[in-house]
């Protein structure tokens, strides 16, 4: 019974991960996740945007970035320019602006291209969890501390909460394509 409450936590994470990676893809509106997690050289290393400064976006084209200590401006501009986000930084007395450009055509085909990709990989990591879940039971059947029984039907949960959390995943994507491609 351990094994299926540690499959369904790591099914969630799978789900909880890919839904953090759409998020990082730009759509038509601006959205501050876009660049909370760009790492920014500070005092003592690197650390995230959104540790640092306050994220906000006044209109659906910009994101405002006002850092707490103003010294840090020209690493968080730096930063920004190396995240490779499409968008290039202003720098304005004491924060920083960026303006996001209408999506093109291309560039929003290109984004769908890339939600597919993630996608793939999310099922290829939900298989993979699944076949580990499997080759468990086995050997816990073959070790007997689990019945020929207690295994099929551990199976068959199994079967259905992939099918499950493949459904969900299926879902997120098309959700973030049709805001992506929705003008």
Do not use: C
């Not at 038509?28 to 876009?34: I, L, T």
């Not at 640092?52 to 930063?79: M, V």
Request: net charge positive; glycine share 2%.
């Amino acid at each position: 019974m351990a094994n299926i409450d540690r499959i369904v936590e790591k099914l969630k994470d799978i789900t909880l991960k890919f839904e953090d990676e759409l998020r990082s893809i730009r759509t038509g509106k601006a959205h501050a996740s876009m660049v909370e997690d760009v790492l920014v050289e500070s005092y003592s290393g690197k650390t995230p945007l959104s540790h640092i400064a306050s994220l906000s976006t006044p209109d659906a084209r910009s994101i405002l970035i006002k850092p707490w200590d103003k010294s840090l401006l020209p690493a968080i501009e730096s930063a920004l320019k190396k995240a490779n986000l499409g968008i290039q930084p202003i720098s304005d007395k004491d924060q920083v602006r960026l303006s996001l450009p209408p999506l093109t055509e291309e560039r929003r085909r290109e984004l769908t291209k890339i939600i597919g990709k993630k996608l793939e990989d999310a099922r290829i990591t939900v298989r993979q969890a699944r076949d580990d879940f499997r080759k468990d039971t086995q050997k816990e059947e073959q070790n007997g501390k689990i019945s020929e029984n207690q295994k099929f039907s551990d199976f068959k949960r199994l079967d259905s909460l992939v099918e499950e959390t493949n459904k969900k995943i299926a879902e997120l994507a098309e959700k973030k394509e049709k805001e992506i491609m929705t003008v």
